[in-house]
């Protein structure tokens, strides 16, 4: 899941569904776009993706003002939340039929990370939905989201803004460690209530003489973020100098 973080800046090159890999120098790398159809369709998926996160941002500021605190703001977007960040699942499609030239494999493992937390973890361990590490990562989910679709938007339109060019290459420094600090800790939450129900394992003996436990599971994915943060991170510091550079390159050759 600490793929699915790195939401912020790596992901894709503005076709819509595209995530970390190779799509993601498409701000300095110019790549045969979709046809008519599929451009109109992503114009469209991408605004309406970008008219969800912008709901789910003003439902958690309405919620927070009526409320005055922001504990267990999670309950007044969970509905959006679910639908839009489950919406995501089409990116892979876009992937798989060819209408957005990045990687299926990547971009499965990215999306389905995110779609795992909510419904697995988040979802699925009630207790957690108060914690405010799960704000944490919505918040951090949802100025990114709002960023990218909208950066695919305009990308597609072929008027790209140089300010949510900068957001997208630059608020990540930010938003990227908030998010994967808001996932491991809502996961570590969870643990002692997994362990105590035993939630999604399997035990033997059983007739297909198999077992499976989501408690160790779950801690081999918080494990897995060692390895992977580092590199995201800094792949994504490195892919923010050569656009934004380019970027200023082509400004001052204007």
């Not at 890999?21 to 045969?32: F, L, N």
């Not at 599929?38 to 941002?57: C, D, E, F, S």
């Not at 362990?195 to 408690?215: A, C, E, V």
């Amino acid at each position: 899941m600490a793929a699915g973080a790195a939401t912020a800046a790596a992901k894709g090159n503005g076709g819509g569904g595209g995530r970390a890999g190779a799509g993601e120098a498409g701000g300095a790398r110019k790549k045969k776009g979709p046809g008519p159809l599929a451009t109109a369709y992503l114009v469209i998926y991408n605004v309406v993706m970008t008219a969800g996160w912008l709901v789910i941002a003003v439902g958690l500021v309405r919620a927070y003002l009526a409320k005055g605190s922001y504990h267990s703001l999670y309950y007044s977007i969970e509905k959006p939340l679910k639908f839009f960040q489950t919406g995501a699942l089409l990116e892979i499609i876009h992937c798989a039929i060819g209408i957005v030239p990045s990687s299926v494999v990547l971009t499965s493992f990215q999306v389905m990370s995110r779609v795992f937390l909510i419904w697995a973890v988040t979802h699925s361990v009630k207790e957690v939905q108060s914690e405010d590490s799960v704000l944490l990562f919505v918040i951090a989910w949802t100025i990114t989201e709002i960023i990218r679709y909208s950066f695919y938007t305009f990308s597609l339109l072929n008027h790209l803004p140089y300010l949510i060019k900068w957001a997208r290459y630059t608020l990540f420094i930010v938003l990227y460690p908030m998010g994967v600090s808001g996932e491991l800790l809502t996961i570590y939450a969870a643990l002692p209530f997994v362990r105590q129900t035993g939630l999604y394992s399997i035990s033997l003996p059983n007739k297909y003489n198999f077992s499976f436990d989501y408690y160790a599971f779950l801690i081999l994915i918080m494990i897995s973020y060692i390895p992977i943060f580092p590199q995201l991170y800094f792949h994504m510091i490195h892919q923010r100098r050569k656009v934004l550079s380019h970027t200023e390159e082509h400004k001052k050759f204007e």
